[in-house]
Structures are given as C-alpha cells and as structure tokens.
C-alpha cells in the first residue's frame, strides 16, 4: 500500500531520504533521482499545478501531495508482494489511465468548436474567445505531459521496468500534439473566413468609391467659377444629368461584367 503524505508531514515523508540527495533536489521543480541507498526520488507537477513528490523502493512507496484527486488514486493501490517499484508503476498506471479518454474528449469537443465558429456560413463574432480558451486548455497540457516525457524518460535510463510508462506518455504527448495541429488548422480556417469578409466589404467599398470619383469629376468640372457656354444653353442641367447616369450605369454594367460585385 503507498504511504500518503500532505506537505505538511514533508518531515515524515523526507525521512527515509539521505541528506546528500536532498542537497541534490533542494529548489528543483520536476526530477528523477536515485538516492544513495539505491531508492527512486521523484518530483512533478500535475495539471492543476499541484506537487506530486514519489519515493519508492523494494521496501515502500510513498507520495507527497496536496490533490486529493491523486490521493484518492493512490489509496487503491496494493501490491499483494509489497513491492514499492511495482506501486509505483502501479501508480503511473493509474495516473494516465483516463487520460487517453479526456484527450479524446479534447479533441470531439475542437470538432465541435469547428461547428460553433460559423453561424449560418458566417464567422462567430465569439469566435476569437472560443478558440483563445480551448487553446489555452491544450496548452497546458501540452506543457504538463511534454514534461512528463521528459521525467519518464530519465525514469526509464534509471529503471528499465518502466519503459511502458515512458511509451506511454510518449504516445500521450503526440496526441497532444496532433490536437494541437488541429486546432490550429480550425483557427487558421476561421481567421481565412474573417478575411474573406472583411475582402468583401473592401471590395464593396472600393466600388462605391470608384462609381463616384466620375461624378466628382463631373461636379467639380461644371463646378468652376468660369464662363461657360454649357451655363447658357437651355438643356444644360438636362445633359449633366443625363451624364451622371449614363456614367453611373456604364461604371455598374463594367463591374458587374468583371465580376466584382
């Protein structure tokens, strides 16, 4: 059964512990040591960011923690031999054994993101806020197994028996990884349809704008302080009138024919 420890018995839990190795660790986030009485010493941190610390030898195993959540996982675990070793590879069984399930479950829900992101073949004006939050929860757990295969590596050159555990959460960090890629193909398609929107409204913008610089040229042609014949003759507003449409008509009929609108 693994003996569990609050880190406020860390005097208890450090006691089977030699004071060179402590030297060794004091200060250090996540490690893997083997103490000098030949005993495994190992510290990480969860997905909440709680301290995990794990001894572990043929004798005992032992765990350091403030998440009950882990407690509890530890509670069911008793090697009928006793063994410390086999507790903890027990213990890191138990740790990831719903992990692959929640990853999966990660992934079905940036599926669903995918489908949140466009309202009736528009983009969601929610859409940045949603994106900015699954993004952040798949960072994080990228940054805690990325880790933790980095320590089950260490784990695995002290003690080959825990090869499996490395395996494991090697498999587990490409799967981050993979949603990761996913969710980036999303965004990168939801920012595409943002920018095919605002292409469109410039478009619309620039033939609005393109329709009337003829009219103001017109405008301010006949819009000079000169002499003009134009001003004398009987059907002179009539055919700045007449003009203004017909260029009007001309600009539309040429845009709708190059298809820009």
């Given amino acids: 059964m693994i003996n569990i420890f609050s880190p406020e018995d860390a005097k208890n839990f450090y006691k089977y512990i030699d004071m060179p190795t402590k030297r060794e660790v004091r200060g250090t986030r996540e490690y893997v040591v083997r103490t000098h009485s030949g005993a495994l010493l190992i510290s990480f941190h969860w997905l909440d960011d709680s301290s ?88 994080r757990k990228k940054r805690y197994y990325e880790e933790m295969e980095l320590l089950s590596d260490e784990l695995a050159d002290l003690d080959h028996s825990f090869k499996f555990i490395d395996k494991k959460f090697d498999r587990l960090y490409d799967f981050i990884l993979r949603t990761q890629e996913y969710v980036e193909q999303v965004r990168e398609a939801y920012q595409a349809e943002i920018d095919i929107e605002q292409n469109d409204t410039m478009k619309i913008l620039t033939v609005a704008t393109t329709i009337f610089l003829p009219l103001q040229l017109i405008t301010g042609w006949f819009g000079m302080n000169l002499l003009m014949p134009e001003f004398h003759w009987t059907h002179g507003y009539l055919f700045v009138i007449c003009l203004t449409l017909v260029v009007v008509v001309a600009e539309i009929l040429f845009f709708r024919y190059k298809k820009w609108f």
């Fill in 52 to 139: 995990i610390v794990l001894f572990a030898n043929e004798e005992r195993c032992s765990l350091m923690t403030a998440n009950e959540l882990i407690a509890d996982r530890a509670r069911d675990i008793d090697d009928e031999e006793g063994n410390g070793l086999h507790e903890l590879f027990a213990f890191f069984l138990a740790l990831t054994a719903t992990d692959t399930i929640e990853l999966q479950q990660l992934e079905d829900r940036v599926e669903d993101l995918e489908d949140q992101l466009f309202v009736d073949g528009k983009p969601n004006k929610d859409g940045n806020e949603l994106l900015v939050e699954c993004r952040k929860e798949i960072l």
